[in-house]
């Protein structure tokens, strides 16, 4: 016990723990893509033999997959600069938070509340909604949903996270905490996990995330944790899963086109934009949530 403790509360050896949650970091990755690949074959097969298997089905799964490729690019060029950033900056913090473990879980818990405040403000704000749309416009829910990413996903996540370095948090327990909190997201994108339990309230659980992508009026813009639930039951965006939902946009996007779906929401933005009037308007359209309408549109409607 007075060893943990020791480990719990001193600095350790910088050297040895970023090198050792690099290495973590790139194991995590690797067997979350191993576990997500294995349980998308299961659910695959369950589909096959509830007889649920559609040429729909597959395709929507297979475009949901598909956005891996322009998301990796993005990816890999983004953390490279994050990296690169995030470094540099952290030289000039003049504060620095305790490297140890409980400096780690620390980390953890705030970069859960990030990740919850970064997923409502993509949900709110429409020129976030651009990307987060393309996670949401899949009418399917399975493991390949939870891949289903739009290129410019790393930009916002890389922007929304800078907050933690400027609290002195060293930039690799913040790039591990991000990829943990990631890759907790593959296991609860399913509709084969019923509810579990005690564990629905604390943790993020495949039915909460359910009816996060339910386009239903009542779970619309419900439940954006990350691990825990209990930022949404703390702020009020909580709703528990009552039905099935029906999943998808709530103007439905069908189309399987890998350039569709990433960019279909700049279609919308664009039009509108080009029927402001006026830089308020423009703004609006922008800066506030999906589906506002300046209010001499909403009268004549």
């Not at 400096?103 to 953890?108: D, N, P, S």
């Not at 060293?170 to 339990?197: D, V």
């Not at 509108?272 to 308020?280: E, T, Y």
């Amino acid at each position: 016990m007075d060893d943990l403790m020791y480990y719990l509360v001193n600095p350790v050896q910088l050297g040895s723990i970023t090198e050792y949650l690099e290495h973590m970091s790139i194991d995590v990755y690797d067997w979350t893509l191993v576990f997500a690949l294995l349980f998308l074959t299961i659910e695959l097969t369950d589909d096959a033999l509830t007889r649920r298997f559609s040429r729909e089905r597959f395709f929507e799964t297979l475009s949901s997959l598909i956005t891996q490729i322009p998301f990796y690019f993005t990816e890999v060029v983004v953390f490279s600069a994050a990296v690169y950033g995030y470094f540099t900056i952290y030289e000039y913090i003049p504060w620095k938070m305790p490297i140890n473990t409980m400096g780690f879980l620390l980390v953890i818990l705030m970069a859960d509340f990030t990740y919850y405040v970064e997923h409502l403000c993509l949900h709110k704000v429409r020129l976030f909604w651009l990307a987060h749309s393309v996670h949401h416009s899949s009418g399917v829910m399975n493991t390949a949903t939870a891949f289903r990413f739009s290129l410019f996903d790393p930009v916002v996540s890389a922007t929304f996270h800078l907050p933690l370095l400027l609290l002195g948090f060293h930039p690799m327990f913040i790039f591990a905490a991000e990829i943990l909190i990631q890759a907790y997201q593959f296991w609860i994108h399913n509709e084969m996990i019923g509810k579990l339990g005690p564990l629905e309230w604390i943790l993020n659980t495949p039915s909460h995330h359910r009816v996060h992508h339910g386009s239903d009026q009542e779970y619309i813009d419900k439940n954006y944790g990350g691990i825990l639930i209990i930022w949404d039951r703390l702020f009020g965006t909580f709703a528990k899963e009552d039905k099935i939902p029906s999943y998808g946009l709530a103007t439905p996007m069908t189309s399987k086109n890998p350039i569709t779906v990433q960019f279909h929401e700049f279609y919308k933005i664009f039009r509108d934009i080009r029927s402001a009037k006026g830089i308020g308007q423009v703004m609006g359209y922008v800066l506030r949530p999906p589906g506002w309408q300046p209010e001499d549109k909403n009268m004549k409607q």
